[in-house]
């Protein structure tokens, strides 16, 4: 039954007779004034500052939120409650409890003139409002969280957001405790692949064969990488260069042109990924520029001279996409940049999404007087598109948006371009907070960020939802959940609801506070639907991967489980089996609805003892592959395993998913890999010792689910020379293989000082490009 509810006038009674109020900080000259929507609010008892923080009564606030106040005497607290929502604000605490929740106020309940106060921002962002504070107005604007977010507005309303929302930052915390294995293999922004399976195109003049693409986390969304092909052509990004060799047929590889990057007049384009459609080749990478007064001249194709960006900027994410007409003389069509460093981006159909991280240097601004508005406009963000000209353009803060739980001094901006339409102005929207990992459906776009709250450092992931319409990333829904993300392989959409994968706690404590592993599904709204909470106590993440209704998970301390999960029911999802096997997984691959590929590194236990404790230790060892058998979903198997090297062996792939190439119906399986061996004539060796470089190039394998992993040789660009010099460690050098991929029955290994193809079906060597 719902409580009775009290006057305020009772409560403050109940509140004044059980005492030990602190005294009250003597409150401004001045107070703001309090608009709710735009309209001026009549307190019964008016706000004030204490400490320099506006803090209200509770009456007043919750009658603003049209919410009861009932008083807990035997607790001492305020609850605000509403439907299902319910706050609890105890008596002279800096702790209040929204849903049984704790969460720090940021200053303290406090009794002011007969009445609790409450700081005004918590309680009504607690309750579902923005808070605005305008200091040129002296003024808070209240209003109501909607679909949209709110917008900065001015630039005293960012300084204030940037100065009240100073927090830890983007802190990544992975304690590994006392039981560690000596390297972890993680990644950013960086998602698993559906399958890389070969598409087919055809031209006006001839039959493009089979080839393969990019490894991809979902299908219709592609993603940019260091090497890409149509086909006909190979496209690489070498040394600061772009370089285009024509590949098919393999008996008539040829260069065909290098495009050059050169540092003009203090400004340089650093190229780090690549697009190829029929049309354009599209690179992306970073401009730095270093001089205000001298013009710089951009690359063939555009004549008019580019502004040059201030020396004090931090670069700019940068575009320029290419005509394919002539390959042998590229012709630069249209460049764009957005201020701040390049993120990530995806290009689905012909829309190309790409995403920068803006820092915002305000700490020179805060003691700027009003007037100064030149210097003031530095703190926006700014983008330029070549089709609207030379000059960069400022992006208003009344159209400037702001993340309310992840306030940070970053700008994160999205730039779409229509890559039918070039004439098109960029479009830009933009956001004040941080981006740390970014998952991309054919319909949404997905920014998650880690926060930390400063006093219990509990992490939480907020999640924004940007959907994708007509070439446009807008702003549909907020959600959280607690814990932390891995990385991108943690995200994924099915059947319109959100899968996300998060761990809690540390690894290595033993208390309330050691680690756990959770699986949340959200519905279309954000909102929590279903999840599995605590799996693995005392493990982390160490991968991830959803498929359809199952979800798989990898955690690891010193032996690697395996769960599985059915996901069927969003509202009910379960843990059906789990597998427990030495080493880890980093990345897992599909290889059919039954089977789950699984690449990481072997470990060794080792048992230690001392006066106080058992303890244990895995070292890991040379690389792992592992076949999954999950057709009974209750009992997983590892139906195959392959160890590649020993101790100090290591791959692309198990940081970057796009260095692997797979073809279930090819049965092909490749990847480069840095291959360290153990000397045999020694006697010294152990589980700690690392070996010595024996191999850099492609591993080359069959697999099939009959025997298992078949390696059917290797592919290296380095020479009997280069291998006598490389000495104990890896010296490939711009010989280090770092793609693989076929085109027809031809397979191409690419490094940046050449291009090797072989046989597909023998890997006979048929013919060699050196790149200049």
Do not use: C
Not at 499 to 513: F, K, L, P, V, W
Not at 602 to 617: A, M, R, Y
Not at 640 to 656: A, C, P, V, Y
Not at 726 to 754: E, M
């Amino acid at each position: 039954m719902k409580k009775k509810v009290w006057t305020i006038g009772l409560l403050l009674s109940a509140m004044i007779l059980t005492s030990t109020f602190a005294p009250v900080a003597s409150k401004a000259a001045q107070e703001p004034v309090v608009l709710l929507e735009g309209q001026p609010i009549v307190f019964s008892q008016q706000p004030m500052k204490i400490d320099g923080i506006l803090m209200a009564s509770v009456r007043d606030l919750a009658k603003i939120a049209g919410m009861d106040v009932t008083w807990n005497a035997t607790d001492q607290m305020a609850i605000v409650s509403q439907n299902e929502y319910e706050l609890k604000l105890p008596m002279n605490s800096d702790v209040a409890y929204v849903n049984g929740k704790a969460n720090t106020i940021y200053g303290s309940t406090q009794m002011v003139n007969g009445a609790m106060y409450v700081p005004l921002r918590f309680f009504m962002e607690s309750t579902n409002y923005v808070v605005r504070w305008d200091t040129a107005t002296n003024s808070v604007n209240i209003t109501k969280q909607t679909d949209s977010l709110p917008v900065v507005g001015t630039y005293d309303h960012l300084l204030t957001l940037l100065s009240q929302n100073q927090s830890i930052g983007n802190v990544r915390v992975i304690s590994q405790g006392k039981t560690v294995v000596t390297e972890t293999s993680t990644e950013a922004l960086s998602p698993i692949s559906v399958d890389s399976s070969s598409a087919k195109k055809e031209s006006t003049t001839a039959v493009v064969p089979e080839y393969s693409s990019t490894n991809v986390q979902v299908q219709g969304v592609d993603e940019s990488d260091v090497v890409k092909t149509d086909g006909s052509y190979i496209y690489t990004v070498n040394r600061q260069r772009i370089v285009v060799t024509q590949a098919y047929p393999a008996d008539q590889m040829k260069v065909l042109s290098i495009l050059d990057f050169p540092k003009n007049q203090g400004a340089q384009f650093q190229p780090s990924e690549i697009y190829v459609d029929d049309k354009h080749l599209i690179v992306i990478g970073n401009s730095l520029n270093y001089d205000t007064s001298v013009p710089y001249n951009g690359p063939t194709g555009l004549t008019e001279k580019r502004l040059i960006m201030p020396m004090k900027s931090q670069g700019n994410a940068k575009v320029m996409v290419y005509d394919l007409t002539d390959r042998s003389n590229l012709k630069l069509v249209k460049e764009a940049e957005l201020e701040g460093n390049y993120v990530s981006s995806r290009k689905i159909g012909s829309s190309l999404y790409f995403i920068s991280n803006k820092f915002v240097n305000y700490n020179r601004y805060q003691k700027l007087k009003k007037h100064d508005d030149d210097a003031l406009t530095d703190l926006a963000p700014a983008y330029r598109d070549s089709v609207s000209g030379d000059a960069f353009t400022k992006i208003p803060l009344d159209q400037v948006y702001y993340l309310p739980k992840a306030i940070e001094p970053n700008y994160v901006l999205i730039g779409s371009i229509n890559l039918n339409e070039l004439q098109q102005t960029m479009n830009v929207t933009s956001y004040l907070g941080s981006g740390q990992n970014v998952y991309a459906s054919e319909e949404n776009l997905t920014i998650a960020v880690t926060n930390y709250e400063q006093q219990s450092f509990q992490p939480e992931t907020i999640i924004y939802q940007f959907g994708l319409k007509a070439g446009k990333a807008s702003f549909t829904n907020t959600g959280k959940v607690p814990g932390r993300l891995l990385n991108q392989f943690s995200m994924d959409e099915h059947n319109g609801h959100f899968r996300i994968a998060t761990t809690t706690g540390e690894m290595g404590r033993t208390d309330e506070g050691t680690s756990m592993n959770h699986v949340f599904i959200l519905d279309a709204n954000l909102k929590v639907t279903g999840k599995i909470e605590n799996i693995a106590p005392g493990e982390r993440i160490y991968a991830a991967r959803f498929m359809g209704d199952r979800a798989y998970m990898v955690t690891f301390r010193n032996t690697d489980p395996l769960f599985v999960m059915d996901l069927k029911d969003p509202a009910a999802p379960k843990l059906l089996g789990a597998l427990k096997i030495p080493g880890y997984s980093d990345y897992l691959h599909p290889y059919d609805e039954n089977h789950v590929i699984g690449f990481g590194k072997d470990t060794i236990e080792v048992d230690l003892k001392n006066s106080q404790e058992p303890q244990s230790i895995a070292y890991y060892q040379g690389m792992k592959m592992a076949l999954f058998d999950i057709t009974d979903v209750n009992h997983p198997k590892e139906k195959f395993k392959e160890l590649i090297g020993d101790r100090g062996t290591d791959s692309e792939l198990l940081h970057n998913h796009r260095a692997l190439l797979f073809s279930k119906e090819k049965n092909l399986l490749s990847f480069p890999v840095n291959v360290m061996k153990f000397d045999a004539s020694s006697n010294t060796k152990s589980v700690s010792s690392y070996g010595t470089f024996a191999f850099q190039g492609a591993y080359v394998y069959r697999l099939d689910l009959d025997k298992g992993f078949q390696l059917r040789g290797s592919i290296t660009h380095l020479s009997e020379d280069d291998l006598k010099k490389a000495g104990q460690y890896v010296q490939a050098g711009d010989k280090q293989v770092r793609r693989v991929l076929y085109i027809g029955d031809t397979l191409y290994t690419i490094s940046n000082d050449l291009i090797k193809a072989n046989d597909l079906a023998t890997l006979q060597e048929k013919n060699t490009v050196l790149i200049p």
